[in-house]
């Protein structure tokens, strides 16, 4: 899989953008504030229909514009895809596949698949567990949109219950029991996909992270959840919400589900949240991230597109060399504020752009604008 062309129209700081993308490494240069981010953000709204940065759809208008617009063709070994997305002001978004207009989320998922590794990603680390759910969340729901039709169901029913819980009384037994069969069905779903994520990590990732490592570290990661019996979720979930429904009544909210789930997350059976370094810390991103790769590509018989954002300066030499090396096969687009310690991996493969003030150059025309 991999982007042939991106159209921008009044996104972010860019008035209109035409970039055509090589199958390989795609590099844009600038220094800050000059819209790098800004052209990984509208390929990864393409993919999973928000963006990484805001929950705000309209906050990527341009300033005093009525509304955006993204286009990008994606080429793959199946059918290619036209995927265009036009925003408005009052926050509504527009989204067509080959020119058929689309009504939920689920229908764009899957179309064009990334993996994002941004510095913003230590959190799925050292921070709370809704940034590794998080994580689980957006790799299953680009897998399967079975999990993505339960995952949403799950979150709406959680959201009645809780309301339910907030008034009360005796009379309502009933309906909340009717409510724990239905987190029961949805909730035992995730939590068993989600189970199964993680064992693909651990399967694949201790190769990834011996060689980032040079041997010296071992991985594992282990899902948190409140049910024991993971070849029968929903009877196991649905059995523990019964009893801590009193405990549920008293604090007016559900109290467990997947939406109190973490996983751990060990370095040579240490937790890293406690124990990890600094350079562990993104060393165990770099790994998730490249995991979260193999798996796409196990799955869906082709890799996903690379977004790296801004990080080869936050990694040593040794995970530099790591990346660089790995992704020859695979289409990756990386912002960077210089050449340093990339230099050596450009090739007659890549292409290499200048971005300055919502501009975009190939970098040989800019040197010879300069001249």
Not at 31 to 45: H, P, R, V
Not at 187 to 205: A, T, W
Request: net charge positive; charged share 30%; aromatic share 10%.
């Amino acid at each position: 899989m991999y982007i042939d062309y991106i159209y921008l129209e009044n996104f972010r700081n860019y008035n209109n953008l035409k970039l055509k993308l090589n199958k390989s490494t795609n590099i844009f240069i600038g220094d800050n504030a000059q819209g790098k981010t800004n052209i990984l953000e509208s390929i990864y709204y393409c993919s999973i229909g928000k963006s990484h940065r805001t929950n705000k759809d309209k906050e990527l208008i341009k300033w005093d514009k009525s509304d955006c617009k993204i286009k990008i063709n994606v080429c793959n070994n199946r059918l290619n895809k036209n995927i265009q997305v036009r925003i408005s002001n009052d926050g509504k978004k527009y989204i067509n596949i080959n020119s058929i207009k689309i009504n939920k989320i689920s229908q764009l998922v899957g179309n064009l698949n990334v993996v994002m590794f941004s510095p913003e990603d230590l959190k799925i680390v050292k921070e709370s567990p809704s940034y590794r759910r998080k994580f689980l969340n957006i790799e299953l729901c680009k897998l399967s949109k079975k999990y993505y039709y339960n995952l949403v169901q799950y979150n709406k029913v959680l959201n009645e219950r809780n309301s339910l819980l907030k008034k009360w009384n005796k009379n309502y037994n009933e309906m909340v029991d009717i409510y724990d069969n239905q987190l029961a069905n949805f909730g035992g779903y995730v939590i068993k996909e989600r189970y199964k994520y993680i064992k693909q990590l651990n399967e694949k990732s201790n190769i990834i992270h011996k060689d980032i490592t040079s041997g010296l570290e071992k991985v594992d990661f282990k899902y948190i959840t409140c049910i024991n019996n993971i070849k029968n979720p929903n009877l196991d979930f649905y059995e523990n919400l019964k009893k801590n429904r009193k405990h549920d009544f008293e604090k007016k909210t559900t109290s467990i589900g997947p939406h109190k789930d973490d996983f751990l997350i060990n370095i040579n059976s240490r937790d890293s949240r406690k124990f990890a370094s600094q350079g562990q810390q993104r060393t165990l991103v770099l790994t998730i991230k490249f995991t979260a790769l193999e798996i796409i590509k196990e799955i869906t018989g082709e890799y996903p597109v690379l977004l790296l954002d801004d990080v080869l300066s936050e990694l040593d030499d040794n995970r530099q060399k790591y990346i660089l090396k790995s992704i020859d096969n695979i289409q990756t687009i990386i912002t960077c504020t210089g050449f340093k310690n990339i230099e050596n991996y450009i090739n007659d493969k890549t292409m290499v752009y200048k971005v300055y003030s919502g501009l975009v150059k190939n970098l040989v025309d800019y040197l010879c604008k300069e001249e």
